[in-house]
């Protein structure tokens, strides 16, 4: 269930708007803003991460999703 919810929330990621926040040091440790859509609401949720943890998120999902894509599907025989 939670690899539907992250394959979710990347799905939706091109439509996000990126804004960056405060900048300390190095690309990696800008934080950077999304908004994610919510269901059951028209409003949506700020979340703030560094880049470093954006990405790890993205390739969490995207392995994840790949391992699903990979699993043998049940075929029930109907009559």
């Known amino acids: ?3 539907l919810v992250a394959l979710a ?8 708007a990126t804004q960056p926040a405060t900048s ?3 690309a ?4 950077v ?3 994610q ?5 028209r409003f949506k949720k700020k979340v703030c991460h560094t880049r470093a943890v954006w990405e790890q998120m993205s390739e969490n999902a995207k ?10 599907t049940i075929n029930i025989a109907r009559e």
Not at 28 to 31: A, F, L, S
Not at 37 to 41: L, P, Q
Not at 67 to 72: M, T
């Open 63 to 72: 392995r994840q999703a790949a391992e699903d894509f990979r699993k043998p």
């Open 1 to 3: 269930m939670s690899a």
């Open 9 to 16: 929330v990347l799905a939706a990621a091109p439509a996000q």
């Open 28 to 31: 990696e440790e800008e934080m």
């Open 33 to 35: 803003c999304k908004y």
């Open 24 to 26: 300390t040091s190095g």
């Open 37 to 41: 859509s919510r269901t059951a609401t």
